[in-house]
């Protein structure tokens, strides 16, 4: 059965920095391409980056690049969206979703992703 899990989630003051992971079981990574989007209070869940199968293709969105790094670790199954110099603007529930990929597509479309995490929490305030 595919699962994701989402950890590392919590408060962090402004500047700050956090790093969440998303543990995949039932599938191997690299067949995959991962998506990590975000849903704050209020309002939409939108498109943060995204991880490519292959390893050579990351993208981002625009409030958040320069800051958020995407990685994988292929020996974990396990892919990480490391947040650096994080703002209250991105405090929101977390999640990384999954689709079936080769090559290097990448896409931070909420539609292109078959298989869902449960999202972690991440609250940045002083």
């Known amino acids: 059965q595919l699962q994701l899990v989402e950890s590392g989630g919590g408060l962090v003051q402004p500047g700050g920095s956090l790093r969440v992971s998303c543990l995949a079981s039932?599938?191997?990574?690299?067949?995959?391409?991962i998506g990590w989007f975000r849903q704050a209070p209020g309002k939409e869940r939108e498109g943060v980056s995204c991880f490519s199968a292959s390893g050579e293709n990351t993208m981002y969105t625009d409030s958040v690049k320069g800051r958020f790094t995407t990685s994988r670790d292929g020996a974990k199954n396990t892919v990480y969206l490391q947040m650096n110099n994080l703002k209250p603007e991105d405090t929101a529930v977390y999640y990384c979703?999954?689709?079936?990929?080769?090559?290097?597509?990448?896409?931070?479309?909420?539609?292109?992703?078959?298989?869902w995490g449960q999202g972690t929490k991440v609250t940045v305030s002083s």
């Open positions: 039932g599938f191997t990574l690299k067949y995959y391409v």
């Open positions: 979703a999954a689709r079936s990929s080769l090559g290097d597509y990448c896409s931070i479309r909420e539609r292109d992703y078959a298989y």
